[in-house]
């Protein structure tokens, strides 16, 4: 089906076939798989289950003011877009009344809504508190950027969050969390920022932040931190791993995106971090690439495979991406999902596609089930059990198709759905097949994300 909205943006390239011939729908890809030496053979136990899933979202931040109804449907909606079911909004402290009082927002709290409406968590971040609360920074018009919060401030930049979790209720938005500060380790003051050492942003959700939600009623209101823009940094970090009023412990992984991209090497990916707290990875992007608008099943590979990293092998409970739409003012740092035409054609790219092939069936609630292997070769491979369906995310990078066979099904379930995004289809559904016995055998095609539904 296409996509219109009322403003004239043109069809998005969003046809989902359902090819039904032999077993899966005609595609030779994913026929029986034959007898060979390159078989490769996994083994699912349902029964054994880690982390719950959280969800996988994008950021609405500055760029996604009021999308359209069109627009909503296509990044939020489970049945019919990407099923993204995490939207992360900013929280604007730049306005103040006549006697200078914050007045808390959002910009984005009409999309907030709409993915809301399609069944996403709206969860927000801010960059910096009012500049009035700040020294340190630039004074003027840009009391936004860079800067630290005044020492005697603390009480009131809590209370101002706390109106911004006021505001957005009474705007119908229900937070799911909230965090105090995005990347507090940021020292770029060409953006909004606000700098913290650990020990401050510590004490400041300790002291003031949760204290003032519990008094104001939000006391289960999870809080979200540190954010730091680096997954791996130390230096007194580590004291929120345990922290008693931190539910999310969050990171950003742009050391790994500077490491891969601009360094040629691929060191820094997300490691595992000894916390009994959700663990969700709050935002990465290509910012450090170089390039723009890279549309290829390459580039979604490489997030496919990080996606992997932060949920399989890091036991992450969610994982989000930057930017859903490139911003007007027309920077292009390969920071966003989509590219918007100059006639308004909205075309997703094959990162996007590959987003939904995690984020529209595994659901929040969905536990992470043992499959093994986990990775070999050019296999990554994830199972997921939840609404009485089992869930198999296939990353294949290799350049031949693969023959596979997936053991250990229970027996009782009835038939196989699977979705493909490659070089040439875009979170395709392929057809679907009786399950008759707890093996599946199936060839996986070079360089694709396959996901496997059965239920």
């Not at 296509?74 to 993204?84: A, H, M, N, T, V």
């Not at 965090?179 to 650990?198: C, G, I, L, T, V």
């Not at 596979?404 to 009835?414: I, K, T």
């Not at 395709?428 to 070079?446: E, N, S, V, Y």
């Amino acid at each position: 089906m296409n996509f219109l909205n009322s403003s004239g943006l043109c069809a998005i390239f969003y046809l989902l076939t359902l090819w039904a011939a032999s077993p899966f729908g005609g595609a030779d890809e994913f026929m029986s798989a034959p007898s060979s030496s390159r078989l490769l053979n996994a083994v699912i136990d349902p029964q054994t289950r880690y982390q719950r899933i959280d969800g996988f979202g994008a950021s609405l931040a500055y760029t996604a003011q009021n999308i359209p109804e069109d627009q909503a449907d296509l990044f939020f909606d489970p049945s019919r877009g990407l099923g993204l079911s995490l939207a992360r909004i900013r929280i604007n402290f730049r306005k103040t009344d006549e006697s200078g009082n914050v007045r808390p927002n959002s910009w984005e709290w009409r999309s907030a809504l709409k993915a809301q409406e399609r069944g996403a968590a709206v969860w927000a971040s801010p960059w910096s508190a009012n500049g009035r609360l700040k020294e340190g920074n630039t004074s003027g018009e840009f009391d936004h950027k860079g800067g630290r919060l005044k020492q005697d401030a603390s009480g009131t930049y809590a209370q101002n969050l706390v109106e911004f979790v006021q505001w957005a209720a009474g705007q119908g938005i229900h937070l799911a969390a909230i965090s105090p500060q995005n990347e507090p380790d940021y020292r770029f003051h060409n953006n909004e920022s606000m700098d913290w050492e650990p020990t401050e942003l510590y004490a400041f959700i300790r002291d003031h932040f949760r204290p003032a939600l519990t008094a104001a009623g939000f006391e289960t209101l999870p809080i979200v931190a540190p954010e730091l823009m680096d997954w791996h940094r130390k230096n007194g970090w580590e004291a929120f791993y345990t922290h008693e009023d931190v539910e999310i412990l969050a990171f950003h992984n742009y050391d790994w995106a500077y490491d891969f991209f601009s360094q040629g090497h691929d060191t820094r990916y997300p490691a595992s971090v000894q916390t009994d707290k959700r663990i969700w990875l709050t935002e990465i992007s290509d910012v450090f690439s170089g390039n723009t608008e890279t549309d290829s099943i390459e580039d979604a590979l490489i997030w496919a495979k990080h996606i992997h990293r932060v949920i399989v092998e890091a036991s992450g409970n969610a994982w989000h991406w930057w930017w859903i739409l490139p911003p007007a003012h027309g920077r292009n740092n390969n920071e966003t999902l989509v590219t918007v035409s100059e006639d308004g054609t909205l075309h997703v790219l094959k990162r996007g596609w590959m987003i939904g092939q995690f984020s529209r069936f595994i659901r929040p609630g969905y536990q992470r089930v043992h499959l093994e292997p986990q990775t070999t070769g050019d296999l990554r491979l994830a199972g997921f059990a939840g609404d009485e369906r089992l869930v198999v995310v296939a990353i294949h990078e290799g350049l031949e198709d693969q023959p596979f066979r997936l053991e250990g099904l229970p027996p009782d379930l009835g038939r196989v759905r699977a979705w493909i995004t490659s070089e040439t289809e875009n979170l395709t559904q392929k057809g679907q097949i009786p399950l008759t016995g707890p093996t599946l055998d199936m060839i996986l095609p070079a360089q694709s994300i396959i996901t496997l539904v059965i239920e």
